[in-house]
């Protein structure tokens, strides 16, 4: 009997592990098609469109103000397809009328690849689903809700902001940010002014505090200058870092910091790894990060800071993404590089500041002209005509 409960007691073992690994947060891929669609705006209808350019499903304004039984102002895509099916767009109505003295409010709604309104209409405002979580608002409280609308941590917090694919959040309460796990359970107490989600396993955190300034126009005067950490997602670890600035972290485990007017580096331990002395900086990828020198050139740097490519007549250098990078000339054309340097999608497209890096996938939502977007896979050909107004 007791060899019997012992071999039990080993298999529900066993099963807790088995579950834990089952359901922790898995990082969800960067794709750009979920079901082989994406969510474009075109004619003033949210559309759902799939690879051959065919619109699958619409969603007109009219279409919105019947299901909330109500007039809406206006409308627009706010995300994409996120990985479970989801595409974010907002309208603004007016809960009392403008005449009236009525403010406009912001709603958030949800459409699935099928272009169908799911999880009805009342969130102000909601965030995408990762791993089965968005955050949420709703009649002036933050929680976050389910894949079915349902909420699961509670509508409790001032603001809730994006799980990721870590396991803890940031969530506001009086004015100050904690982080939550996914049970809705505080593991850091409140205590922070800014706090941001976790990106590759580090969240960044910061203190604001008023110190005095002085510049020739004004005089004396106070500024904010904010102190910086990092929080480790697995152990919680809180690190101070001593920079002006720093920004997520990238896969690499390196992120941007600005000391003063230049940008280095440091690892996600919080350690220095490449000293500042650039004007600015990116996100490192395939082992390169795009920068610009103090003689204004724009470059690429290897994970040691050394120059390894360099750009003439450059007006700006993107990320590395899925092997590729963008970079804009002068006339504010733009294409794509490849990790040796050579330009292998002519700068034929219009650069307005967009999201242009190529996805997990293998597409790129680019800018044929002003207000016109289309997708084109990693040899340069367009899996969407550029027709549309805008492609979440």
């Not at 485990?253 to 996600?268: C, D, E, M, P, S």
């Not at 002003?370 to 107004?389: A, M």
Request: hydrophobic content about 40%; some cysteine; charged content about 25%.
């Amino acid at each position: 009997m007791k060899k019997l409960y012992n071999i039990l007691l080993i298999l529900a073992i066993i099963g807790i592990i088995c579950m834990r690994f089952a359901f922790a947060p898995q990082k969800s891929p960067n794709n750009l098609f979920v079901d082989d669609v994406v969510a474009a705006v075109t004619d003033g209808k949210l559309c759902v469109v799939n690879k051959n350019g065919k619109i699958v499903a619409s969603i007109s304004r009219e279409d919105i103000e019947k299901s909330i039984n109500a007039d809406i102002k206006d409308m627009f895509l706010y995300k994409g397809f996120d990985m479970e099916g989801f595409a974010t767009y907002c309208y603004i109505h007016y809960k009392i009328p403008p005449d009236k003295g009525g403010i406009p409010w912001i709603y958030t709604g949800y459409i699935n690849t099928r272009g169908e309104l799911v999880l009805g209409n009342d969130f102000a405002p909601a965030g995408s689903f990762t791993n089965g979580l968005a955050p949420a608002t709703r009649e002036g409280k933050s929680g976050y809700i389910d894949t079915k609308g349902n909420a699961v941590i509670d509508f409790i917090y001032e603001e809730t902001k994006p799980f990721n694919d870590g396991g803890i959040a940031p969530v506001r309460i009086e004015s100050r940010y904690g982080y939550i796990n996914r049970s809705g359970e505080i593991v850091i107490e409140r205590q922070f002014d800014e706090a941001r989600s976790v990106v590759n396993g580090i969240a960044v955190a910061a203190n604001k505090r008023l110190v005095k300034a002085w510049s020739e126009e004004r005089g004396e005067y106070m500024a904010t200058e904010k102190d910086y950490c990092l929080i480790n997602d697995k152990s919680g670890e809180i690190i101070p870092v001593d920079y002006d600035e720093v920004a997520d972290f990238a896969q690499n485990g390196f992120a941007a910091v600005r000391q003063g007017t230049l940008y280095g580096y440091i690892n996600n331990k919080g350690e220095e790894v490449i000293t500042p002395q650039f004007i600015e900086a990116g996100e490192f990828g395939n082992g390169l990060a795009p920068v610009k020198t103090e003689d204004e050139k724009w470059c690429y740097i290897n994970e040691q800071g050394e120059i390894v490519l360099e750009f003439e007549d450059t007006m700006k250098l993107g990320n590395f993404h899925n092997g590729l990078a963008w970079v804009v000339n002068e006339n504010r054309e733009y294409g794509y590089v490849n990790a040796d340097g050579k330009m292998v999608i002519e700068q034929k497209f219009v650069y307005n500041g967009d999201d242009m890096d190529f996805r997990d996938d293998g597409y790129a939502i680019v800018n044929k002209e002003i207000g016109k977007q289309g997708v084109i896979d990693k040899q340069g050909n367009f899996i969407l005509e550029p027709i549309y107004d805008y492609i979440g």
